[in-house]
């Protein structure tokens, strides 16, 4: 069975700070990661992807992806409050897996304090 | 605006009636997925479309639920006989391909059965 987890949190960090969110996967055939940001009563908005060991950086965030350890995470750098949301990590598997649909962890609730 | 749109945004229906909730992919994007979230849980995948296609419905309940994607206009999620239980925000996301990795989500719809 496929599952995503992450720690549900709350993770509160003061404003300007480092958040780290973290998520473990356990189906070894993910091909692709992705980071979706959720805020309350609104839908999840995709703000990374990441498909490749390493780091990929856009703008205040950092995705990292180590498929041997088969975990990703998620830095956010310079936190503001308005970052305060829950964070849902996804993983998917690629065409030769045979299926395209992302399993979702449930999220961790980030809440960054002025 | 060429997001994805969901109408309509909240649905109130009582126990034993239908509830029809519509997608419009995004511009570009033919294929549409459609999932469930109840509250302070994850998204849990329902059923996966392509145009007048069902490719995978692994997630979606075998009775009371159905979807379709017709040649032409919205894709369409039906319950029919609501039950307090479908109570829930269903999010609809859409993609450019089988093979492009990434969903992007519309606003939702809130259904509310009493």
């Known amino acids: 069975q496929k599952e995503v987890e992450q720690n549900s949190g709350p993770l509160s960090v003061p404003e300007g700070a480092i958040a780290s969110l973290n998520c473990t996967y356990s189906?070894?055939?993910?091909?692709?990661f992705f980071w979706y940001r959720q805020y309350s009563g609104k839908s999840p908005e995709l703000i990374m992807s990441i498909y490749s060991n390493g780091d990929k950086e856009d703008g205040r965030f950092t995705a990292q992806l180590n498929k041997a350890s088969q975990y990703v995470s998620l830095l956010i750098r310079d936190s503001q409050p308005s970052d305060s949301a829950t964070y849902l990590c996804?993983?998917?598997?690629?065409?030769?897996?045979?299926?395209?649909?992302?399993?979702f962890g449930r999220g961790t609730s980030l809440i960054v304090h002025p | 605006n060429a997001g994805v749109m969901q109408n309509p945004r909240h649905l109130v229906r009582r126990r034993g009636q239908e509830a029809r909730l519509r997608c419009s992919p995004m511009k570009g994007h033919s294929h549409v997925y459609w999932y469930r979230q109840l509250p302070e849980e994850g998204l849990k995948f329902m059923v996966y479309l392509q145009k007048e296609n069902i490719i995978d419905e692994s997630g979606m309940p075998k009775e009371r639920f159905s979807a379709e994607f017709p040649k032409e206009g919205p894709s369409i999620l039906r319950i029919q006989q609501v039950v307090r239980g479908d109570s829930a925000a269903y999010f609809c996301?859409?993609?450019?391909?089988?093979?492009?990795?990434?969903?992007?989500f519309g606003p939702g719809t809130r259904l509310t059965v009493t």
């Open positions: 189906d070894r055939v993910s091909q692709s």
């Open positions: 996804a993983a998917r598997r690629g065409a030769s897996g045979g299926s395209y649909i992302p399993t």
């Open positions: 996301a859409s993609s450019v391909g089988q093979t492009s990795y990434e969903q992007y």
